[in-house]
């Protein structure tokens, strides 16, 4: 793949809110944790922590915390552990732990899209429901959760998936 075929990627994948009920074949969900093994983390910490989530049962310990599920068969909770997330480096928040695993996150959306799968990150959840219904210890950090399956056929992105800032909004050189 060379750089342009990595932004027609970028370009089609949208955050999907329709999903068919066709679960994820082992070898696509394997693609998606590989991509997530393959992701950089400061000083190669590893931190990420991911549940994945298929079940019947599973799926609606999900819906208890968030209704912005939208069908999905695979849930996956993205969190990191604190205890071995790289800290300090000059980083103001102090822990790297939330970039790691939203690069992580990143990854896997993007591996989905590759995959011809849709995904959703999903900020809108009740993390003590999260925490108590897959028993999440204390030490890990909630970062998301990513929604992700087939997209129901006539799925569309939202209106606003083509709209970006100007590049000279976002970016400026030397000094800010």
Not at 6 to 14: E, G, I, T, V
Not at 71 to 94: F, H, M, N, Q, R
Not at 130 to 146: A, G, Q
Request: hydrophobic letters at 40%; one cysteine or more; glycine letters at 6%.
């Amino acid at each position: 793949m060379n750089g342009q075929e990595y932004l027609d990627l970028l370009k089609a994948r949208y955050s999907v809110r329709s999903f068919s009920d066709v679960q994820l074949t082992d070898a696509e969900l394997d693609v998606l944790l590989q991509a997530a093994q393959l992701s950089p983390t400061a000083k190669n910490s590893q931190p990420f922590r991911l549940c994945v989530v298929q079940s019947a049962e599973g799926l609606v310990k999900i819906d208890e915390a968030t209704r912005c599920r939208y069908g999905a068969p695979t849930v996956i909770i993205g969190a990191y552990d604190a205890d071995v997330s790289a800290k300090g480096l000059g980083y103001e928040t102090g822990d790297f732990g939330d970039i790691d695993t939203s690069i992580v996150l990143t990854n896997i959306a993007n591996a989905a899209a590759a995959e011809n799968l849709g995904s959703c990150w999903v900020g809108a959840y009740d993390s003590a429901i999260i925490r108590k219904n897959f028993n999440i210890p204390n030490n890990y950090v909630l970062v998301d959760l990513m929604m992700v399956g087939h997209s129901v056929e006539d799925a569309e992105p939202s209106p606003r998936h083509e709209q970006t800032e100007p590049l000279d909004t976002l970016v400026v050189r030397e000094t800010f």
